[in-house]
């Protein structure tokens, strides 16, 4: 068979300029982020790594990360499961609406936060009378990692379910089964991938957030400080292999999403040949 | 009330759940996403229709949507390009490291922009390793409008990538074979033949790129010169009234990159659903 | 594998970090040591690192008390910004006036702040210098030199950074001196210096590495004591420090933040650690990170580190800060029409 572009030269030209770009764009950055922070040999990363201040970021990353994927898995689900198995009016606006934080600078996101949980924004005033702080302490910085990534999974979900239609639910409510059994038995090993998929991409973005975080974190050393705010302080006070440790932990994570990525989709890509 | 008709019209449906994933839904998005826009809109509604037309027309503003508009076009053509590029080899040809190119291809979306931008400005300012080579050549990055596309460039790679390679994936072969063996050579035949089918993915890839361009902070702040009228963007702009205690001039910017950024997602989101079925379902 | 069974993992998972949150970052409890808050500038990680730990001692000598310091770094408006919106800081140690006026309108800190420690507020001062590549190539003594056509000027935006306000309002003072206060020559000198700025910054450590590390532009304006850490930092042999006949007074104010401080339960603990600032041991630990302090046994200890300059002060030359801030970088104002084109 002949296909489009299956002659050697046009082939290996094409090849060539993609490996070339590639390296050049996203291969060289993520060899220097390892190199800076190996700069100074194995001993100063490992004390740069145990520094008190780079452990207690890395606590915090940990908790908002654990407290923002499952919030978002829940609503992603119920958000998914409602714009594509019932028919109502608003249904695109809802949609449109789960795109804002897409459409929001982080930046902002982190200012209409301050606004209103601010001692001076309503919600934060009345908050304040209890004594309850809500800004500059982790429950905030939760709540704009929160808002940042709620559109992940949901986004995810949303075009798979459509395109599978809603048929063998309907059979299992013929038969009997009840919404929670439909889920889980139907709904559920249809659509794992894709949440898996949506999981990680959540997860990728609620530990690296950083214009949102900034705004409302108050860069308090060893409180309120998540890992890219850490990268960030490092790299201001020229300590630029702390800078770059700190980096290199959320590099590795990185590395992890997209292998962890590359797993889901070799294994279905197997399903599917077996299949 | 309103909960009630809409129960009424959506009981045609036989699926449970309706009630419970409506509730949680609804409540989620007030509490996280509305309640804290209304505070937006709250300081928009002190300013009057004059005072916020002269905010967002400054001079030094509008020469700010002119750079963040310039070079998030350029970096969305870039993508676009390159986007292509790797989806068509990627689907089509075999070659050693294909699976790592191919894992690499979403590490933007993996890796903190605020690495990026760091990262960014120590490889391509005039001491970086790419950076002091292109400055042999007269091409300085940082500091420049092309440092932007740059930065902006690298956050938006995956848009492209993964919104045309699915449909090249599923295209059949019989639609090349036609093309090839009425003797037509292969450029003429992949614009002719190929690219009508995958141009809807291509503008929706190329569109996502570029409003994800237009919100980008995180990556650019760090390689941006933040000189006025040249190299200020839009999002440093908001980031500058805040620090001035200027909420309002804050928010009047900020809405109308939200604005715009909007839109267009409107727009790709309807034009998405004419074209296209299977977008983002292409992970799973 | 995604299974109920994992799904509910991750519930009892997050339902233990939220316990463990609670009792780590929740409020102090009782029988653990009392924390101060310090919300600071940018440039002051390393001087406050260095001081917190003594004056800990310090404490402990004199009230047999073990407390601990926290600090916050940032600019120094988006801290006093954040202070107002509900960051909970006991003490600020600020590198601007305005800042701190800020805080006191808003009921704060109390309205005589000023009054209430030693020279004005301000337990150490500086003033504008310039860091110049070896052996000062382009011939840089004094601020004219930097509104010639061949030199490129690298410190942090002045909306943003109050180091960078320093600048533009000691450029201003020298104008204002070298032409007699004829404001269209003025005007005229500032657009031209404005117009050598390579690199626009949001702060002070973006412009030294901007200017270090990516090697871009003549000069460096910025922190007398900045200047001199940046060359200990980076090596006393590829700069030098240029040190301006005339320039502006730099006070770097403290107070207490009365409203938190008194909430916190930290009230006798913040006033004793702007104390402590005034202290012989503390100004010694200041002159060590090069800024000039008033203790007169130390300044006398330290005087070959500094340069004799007149120092101008912002309220001789501008009226006041507010009506500075007000003419000169408020939206539209002074510096907005300077760079407009």
Redesign the interface.
Request: charged letters at 15%; zero cysteines; a neutral charge.
């Given at each position: 068979m002949i296909r489009i572009g299956d002659a050697p030269g046009v082939r290996r030209l094409l090849i060539g300029v993609a490996l070339v770009l590639t390296a050049l764009f996203l291969l060289l950055p993520l060899v220097a982020i390892f190199a800076q922070a190996l700069m100074g040999g194995i001993d100063l990363y490992w004390q740069n790594l145990s520094d008190r201040y780079t452990l207690a970021a890395i606590g915090l990353t940990l908790l908002v990360t654990l407290l923002t994927v499952p919030i978002n898995l829940v609503f992603g689900i119920f958000l998914a499961w409602l714009v594509t198995r019932f028919n109502f009016p608003g249904r695109r606006l809802l949609q449109t609406l789960i795109d804002i934080p897409f459409a929001v600078s982080p930046v902002v996101a982190g200012l209409v936060y301050l606004l209103l949980y601010g001692r001076n924004g309503w919600l934060g005033g009345w908050l304040d009378g209890y004594d309850i702080q809500i800004m500059f302490a982790w429950p905030g910085i939760v709540l704009v990692t929160i808002f940042v990534t709620c559109p992940f999974v949901a986004r995810e979900l949303i075009p798979l379910m459509q395109a599978q239609g809603a048929r063998e639910e309907e059979a299992a409510v013929t038969l009997g089964a009840s919404g929670w059994t439909i889920f889980r038995r139907v709904t559920l090993p249809k659509i794992r991938h894709a949440l898996l998929y949506g999981v990680i991409l959540t997860n990728a973005r609620a530990v690296g957030e950083f214009g949102a975080v900034s705004v409302v974190a108050g860069a308090i050393r060893g409180q309120t400080n998540t890992l890219p705010l850490q990268v960030e302080q490092l790299y201001q006070d020229y300590n630029t292999v702390g800078a770059f440790t700190s980096a290199s932990l959320l590099a590795l994570l990185a590395l992890l999403t997209l292998a962890a990525k590359a797993a889901l989709e070799w294994r279905a890509a197997r399903r599917e040949s077996l299949a | 009330m309103i909960a009630a008709t809409?129960r009424r019209?959506?009981s045609r449906?036989?699926?449970?759940?309706?009630g419970?994933?409506?509730g949680?839904?609804l409540t989620?998005?007030s509490l996280?996403?509305?309640?804290?826009?209304?505070?937006?809109v709250?300081?928009l509604s002190q300013l009057s229709l004059s005072q916020y037309w002269f905010l967002i027309s400054?001079?030094?503003i509008l020469a700010s949507y002119r750079v963040t508009l310039l070079a998030a076009a350029v970096a969305a053509l870039f993508n676009a390009a390159?986007g292509l590029?790797?989806a068509?080899?990627l689907v089509?040809?075999e070659?050693p490291?294909k699976?790592l190119?191919?894992?690499?291809?979403?590490?933007?979306?993996?890796?903190?922009?605020?690495?990026?931008g760091?990262?960014?400005?120590?490889?391509y300012?005039?001491?970086g390793?790419?950076g002091r080579w292109l400055e042999t050549l007269g091409l300085p990055i940082?500091?420049t409008w092309v440092g932007i596309a740059l930065a902006m460039?690298?956050t938006s790679?995956p848009f492209v990538v993964r919104t045309v390679q699915p449909i090249l994936e599923d295209l059949p072969?019989e639609v090349?074979?036609a093309?090839?063996?009425l003797g037509a050579r292969?450029g003429h035949?992949?614009r002719r033949?190929?690219l009508p089918h995958l141009w809807p993915a291509l503008v929706t890839g190329t569109g996502l790129a570029f409003?994800?361009s237009?919100?980008?902070?995180?990556a650019v702040?760090f390689i941006a010169?933040?000189?006025?009228?040249e190299t200020e963007i839009t999002?440093?702009m908001?980031?500058?009234k805040?620090?001035?205690?200027?909420?309002a001039?804050?928010?009047a910017v900020?809405s109308i990159?939200?604005a715009t950024?909007?839109a267009?997602?409107?727009v790709i989101?309807l034009w998405q659903g004419r074209f296209t079925?299977?977008?983002?379902?292409g992970?799973? | 594998m995604l299974r109920l069974a994992s799904s509910r993992r991750w519930f009892a998972a997050s339902t233990l970090g939220l316990a463990l949150a609670l009792g780590s970052i929740g409020p102090a409890q009782a029988d653990q040591p009392r924390e101060l808050l310090n919300a600071s500038y940018d440039i002051a990680r390393e001087l406050f690192a260095a001081v917190n730990p003594k004056f800990v001692d310090w404490w402990q000598q004199q009230h047999d008390e073990q407390v601990s310091v926290k600090q916050s770094h940032g600019g120094s408006s988006t801290q006093a910004r954040s202070i107002m919106q509900g960051l909970r800081a006991d003490v600020v140690t600020f590198n601007q006036v305005t800042d701190v006026n800020v805080l006191a309108d808003a009921g704060l800190v109390a309205k005589d702040w000023q009054a209430q420690y030693p020279n004005h507020a301000s337990p150490y001062y500086s003033t504008t210098a310039f860091l110049v590549r070896k052996g000062n190539p382009k011939q840089i003594e004094n601020w004219d030199d930097l509104a010639r056509d061949d030199v490129e000027l690298v410190f942090p935006n002045p909306k943003t950074s109050g180091n960078g306000r320093y600048t533009y309002l000691a450029a201003w003072a020298y104008a204002d001196q070298a032409f007699d206060g004829d404001k269209a020559k003025i005007e005229a000198y500032m657009k031209r210096f404005l117009g050598n700025v390579e690199v626009f910054d949001t702060g002070g450590r973006g412009a030294t590495t901007t200017f270090v590390e990516r090697g871009i532009g003549d000069v460096l304006i910025t922190f007398e004591s900045e200047v001199n850490n940046i060359r200990s930092e980076y090596g006393q042999d590829g700069y030098e420090v240029v040190v301006p006949p005339v320039s502006i007074l730099a006070e770097f104010p403290v107070a207490v933040v009365e409203e938190y401080a008194e909430r916190n339960g930290n009230l006798d603990l913040a006033k004793g650690y702007l104390d402590y600032l005034y202290t012989e041991e503390a100004q010694r630990l200041l002159a060590g990170f090069n800024y000039r302090v008033n203790d007169e046994a130390v300044a006398a200890e330290f005087s070959d580190r500094f340069p004799q300059t007149e120092l101008l002060r912002v309220e001789d030359v501008f009226g006041s800060w507010p009506e500075a801030m007000k003419t000169h970088f408020a939206s539209g104002g002074e510096l907005d029409q300077l760079q407009r084109r």
């Open positions: - | 809409l019209r959506a449906r036989v699926l449970p759940g309706f419970l994933s409506l949680v839904t989620f998005v996280i996403l509305l309640l804290p826009l209304t505070s937006l709250g300081q400054d001079p030094r390159f590029l790797m068509w080899v089509r040809y070659f490291g699976r190119v191919d894992a690499l291809m979403d590490l933007p979306f993996a890796l903190p922009t605020a690495v990026a760091v990262t960014l400005a120590t490889l300012s005039s001491q390793w790419v940082a500091y460039a690298f790679i072969s090349d074979e093309a090839v063996t292969d035949a992949f033949v190929i409003v994800r237009l919100g980008e902070f995180g702040i010169g933040g000189k006025p009228f999002s440093l908001i980031f500058v805040l620090q001035e205690y200027d909420y001039g804050a928010t900020a990159v939200l950024s909007l267009l997602l409107l989101n079925r299977r977008l983002h379902g992970g799973a | -």
